[in-house]
Every structure is written in structure tokens, then in C-alpha cells.
């Protein structure tokens, strides 16, 4: 199915160690998004990307930083994990930056000891 | 400065009765307004929109209600049924810029 795919899954990280975090979408989408949600604070930016080759901050952008390798794929980096950085990351497509038709993807929750 | 808001952090609803989750914003540049519905362990799926230039829109069981003058809007869902229990996104956009969301409205429909 189309769609936005995110790996991996489930992560737990011990503070200080790194990693990236992978999607990919197949909908030709240019841009493309990543978000961390956390209880009562709902669906935050942490960086976006508005087309191929070009990257910029959102709203909780410090710790993280970003790539987008190509159309379809847009990895978010934790070069030294702490604990505030436990959350569910979504990554999410779309046509444009307008409100119309985000595709996300299944999230993945990530645990930092 | 959240931009949109949304004030019940849940609720509850009988099975077949109306459930209405509200959402303020305070950006009067937004002219697109969503809700996105998500189940656990799942990303969250477009139900809904609505344009400035309406105040209502409708889709089956799901009507959004829009009044520019208060910035408010309302998702209502009738009748409600125990699958729509989910959480509830709030989400708005002006200008071509990019989505701001709302903290989100768990809603517990009970059989």
C-alpha cells in the first residue's frame, strides 16, 4: 500500500547513545515533516522539509537534526539521546506545505534510559 | 503560544449519542482547518476539513462547524459509535503554510 514508512518500530537508547530514525514515502509527496508527541502536548514540529533540498527548524527542533536524502526519504538524527527525547516520533508527507493531505506514518516510540 | 487549542484533554459519550470535541485558534491568518483522528499505535488519518469560506461541512456521521467570528470550530459525531473512540487532532493552516495542531481530545464512546 502507499503510504509513509517509518522504521524502526520500537527503539530503547541508553542517554548519550545515537541514532537515526528512517521514513520513506512513495507518493511523490514534496514535502515531507517530523513530529514527537507527548502526553497533553499533541503533535509538535521538530523539522520539516518543504521539497528536495531543503530542510528547516519547526517548533522543538533543539537535540535532533535532519536529512533529506532524496524525494523520498527524510531521516531524523538524536546525535546524543536524553530522556526529555522519550516520545513517539511521526513522520508525515505532502504535496505542499498547505494544510491539505498529510499522510503519516505508524510512529515510532522511542524510550531513552 | 499555541495557536490552537484544544480544552478538553477528553470525553466521554454514550454509544448513539452526539459527541462534539471543540477546538479555539487564535491565528486569524488560518484560513484551512482539519481534524485528524488517531488510534493507538497507529499515525494519525485525515476525517475531516473545512475552508474560511464555509461554516460547515459534512461526511456522513462527522459535521465540522466553523464561526471565524469566535475562532472557533467543532467536530460533531452522530451517532457516536464505540470505533470512533480515538484521539481527536485539531489542526489548522493559512496561507499555504504548513499545519499547526492542537494538543489533542481523547474520546471514549462506552457501549
Given at each position: ?5 517509518q522504521?524502526?518500530k520500537?527503539?530503547?537508547l541508553k ?5 537515526t530514525?528512517?521514513?520513506?514515502q512513495?507518493m511523490?509527496?514534496?514535502?515531507m515533516y517530523?513530529?514527537?508527541?507527548d ?7 521538530i ?9 528547516d ?11 533529506r ?16 527525547q ?5 513522520c ?5 506545505l ?16 | 503560544?499555541?495557536q ?16 462534539i470535541?471543540?477546538c ?8 484551512y ?8 499505535a497507529?499515525?494519525?488519518?485525515f476525517?475531516?476539513?473545512?475552508s ?8 456522513g ?26 484521539v ?5 493552516s ?12 481523547i474520546l471514549?464512546?462506552?457501549?
Amino acid at each position: 500500500n502507499a503510504g509513509v514508512t517509518q522504521t524502526p518500530k520500537f527503539q530503547v537508547l541508553k542517554t548519550g547513545q545515537s541514532m537515526t530514525l528512517q521514513c520513506a514515502q512513495d507518493m511523490n509527496h514534496n514535502s515531507m515533516y517530523w513530529y514527537r508527541q507527548d502526553p497533553g502536548m499533541g503533535l509538535r514540529l521538530i523539522y520539516y522539509s518543504a521539497s528536495e533540498g531543503t530542510t528547516d527548524k519547526g517548533e522543538v527542533p533543539n537535540g535532533y537534526n535532519v536529512s533529506r536524502l532524496n524525494k523520498r526519504e527524510f531521516s531524523l538524527r538524536l546525535e546524543s539521546a536524553a530522556p526529555s527525547q522519550t516520545s513517539v516520533y511521526f513522520c508525515a508527507s505532502s504535496e505542499g506545505l498547505s494544510g491539505y493531505g498529510y499522510t503519516f506514518g505508524s510512529g515510532t516510540r522511542l524510550t531513552v534510559v | 503560544d499555541q495557536q490552537v487549542k484544544q480544552n478538553s484533554p477528553s470525553l466521554s459519550v454514550q454509544e448513539g449519542r452526539i459527541s462534539i470535541l471543540n477546538c479555539d485558534y487564535t491565528n486569524s491568518m488560518f484560513d484551512y482547518f482539519l481534524w485528524y483522528k488517531k488510534y493507538p499505535a497507529e499515525g494519525p488519518t485525515f476525517l475531516i476539513s473545512i475552508s474560511s469560506i464555509k461554516d460547515k461541512n459534512e461526511d456522513g456521521r462527522f459535521t465540522v462547524f466553523l464561526n471565524k467570528s469566535a475562532k472557533h470550530l467543532s467536530l460533531h459525531i452522530v451517532p457516536s459509535q464505540p470505533g470512533d473512540s480515538a484521539v481527536y487532532f485539531c489542526a489548522a493552516s493559512g496561507h499555504g503554510n504548513k499545519l499547526v495542531f492542537g494538543a489533542g481530545t481523547i474520546l471514549r464512546v462506552k457501549s
